[in-house]
């Protein structure tokens, strides 16, 4: 009965071996689809920041009346006269490039949308101004989610 027996160490090593390596690729697959889903994460946090950043940074210029000579709209202070549905494209270089569209809806309102891209996420984020007859000047409303 010991002649039958000689060898099997080797067997059960070998087959010991083989399944220690099958779970750990398991694990190595599992662990770099982890990895991939927080690289998009961050870089859609990212884009998000990034965005919310061009919407500020253009609601800032405008409500300090310095958005000046950009595409149609002669500047700031010519919002809320007589000028309709003109538009302005501002471009950011924050480490990525932030693209701002501002339309002029009517005389009191101003839409702010933002485009940002952070690696392989775009994010858009859109925003209203209004125009304050009392205070003579735009003041902001808020964001607009859709």
Known sequence: MRKKLKGS???WAVCSLMV??????G????????????????ASRRAEYLARSG????SDLIE???LIQVSEIS????????????EAVITYDLD??????????????ILIRSEATAGNMNYIMCAVMNYDLIKKSWEFEGY???
Request: contains cysteine.
């Open 64 to 66: 300090d009346g310095k």
């Open 75 to 86: 500047s700031a202070n010519e919002y809320g006269k007589t000028y309709k549905n003109r």
């Open 27 to 42: 694990l190595l697959a599992v662990n770099k689809s982890y990895a991939e889903e927080e690289i998009n994460n961050v």
């Open 96 to 109: 990525e490039l932030v693209t701002v569209k501002v339309t002029k809806c009517g005389d009191q309102k």
């Open 144 to 146: 607009v989610t859709y």
């Open 20 to 25: 220690v390596a099958f779970v750990l690729t």
């Open 55 to 58: 919407v500020e940074l253009t």
């Open 9 to 11: 160490a080797l067997l």
